[in-house]
């Protein structure tokens, strides 16, 4: 089974801080996503990942930024935290295949105080 | 632009019931439609999935048709159990794009 892994389930930070959410993927997936998801409001696309050091905006990428370095790591960044970010954010991979489903981790809950 | 609009919830139903959940979608050309499920604390695992019109994805008992005349992937099962309760995910892959459309969500409670 695709394992999709996300170094923390819960986080609490201070608006300002710079914070990072890791995510590992140990399927050898080209691509890597980061949602995040709000009641009423669903999965809304951040950034994704086709290759190493390949990135395009999703939908709402305002505020955060992204790192892939290796195939398996996909980091999202947030650059300087506020209180409007404080959501669940999902972290999935997705193999080449035009029809290949989304596997996704079991999310990070940030709180930004 | 592509969009997924969902059956509002929350659903409650008693077990044995029967079960539908609306999904319609807007899309250009001919979008992959896919069924994900959150249970509590966990992330989003795929259901079920269709590729093309008319074809019709099954999985758990539960069963969806690519309906591309109504633009619709309604989620249907016919007896559900408390083990059912969960948050449902309709979503759209455009055929070109790696990344999927989600709708808002519909969460079903199965009481016993």
């Known amino acids: 089974d695709v394992k999709v892994t996300q170094s923390s389930r819960y986080l609490v930070k201070r608006t300002g801080e710079k914070v990072f959410l890791e995510c590992v993927q140990d399927m050898d997936h080209e691509n890597m996503f980061w949602y995040r998801q709000d009641p009423g409001l669903g999965l809304r696309l951040i950034y994704f990942?086709?290759?190493?050091?390949?990135?395009e905006k999703g939908d709402i990428p305002e505020g955060y930024s992204v790192s892939r370095e290796k195939k398996e790591r996909f980091s999202l960044i947030l650059e300087s935290a506020s209180t409007n970010q404080t959501s669940m954010y999902l972290c999935?991979?997705?193999?080449?295949?035009?029809?290949?489903?989304?596997?996704f981790g079991n999310g990070t809950r940030l709180t930004v105080t | 632009g592509d969009s997924v609009t969902q059956m509002e919830g929350p659903v409650t139903l008693s077990e044995e019931a029967c079960l539908t959940i609306n999904c319609t979608y807007t899309a250009t050309g001919y979008p992959s439609l896919f069924w994900y499920v959150q249970y509590p604390g966990e992330g989003l695992q795929l259901l079920l999935k269709a590729t093309k019109a008319d074809d019709k994805g099954s999985n758990k008992g539960f069963e969806a048709t690519y309906r591309k005349e109504t633009t619709s992937f309604h989620l249907e099962k016919g007896s559900v159990q408390v083990s059912d309760s969960a948050v449902y995910f309709c979503?759209?892959?455009?055929?070109?794009?790696?990344?999927?459309?989600f709708g808002s969500g519909t969460q079903l409670t199965v009481l016993p």
């Open positions: 990942s086709y290759d190493v050091k390949m990135k």
């Open positions: 979503a759209l892959r455009p055929g070109s794009a790696r990344q999927l459309t």
């Open positions: 999935a991979s997705a193999g080449r295949k035009d029809n290949s489903p989304l596997h």
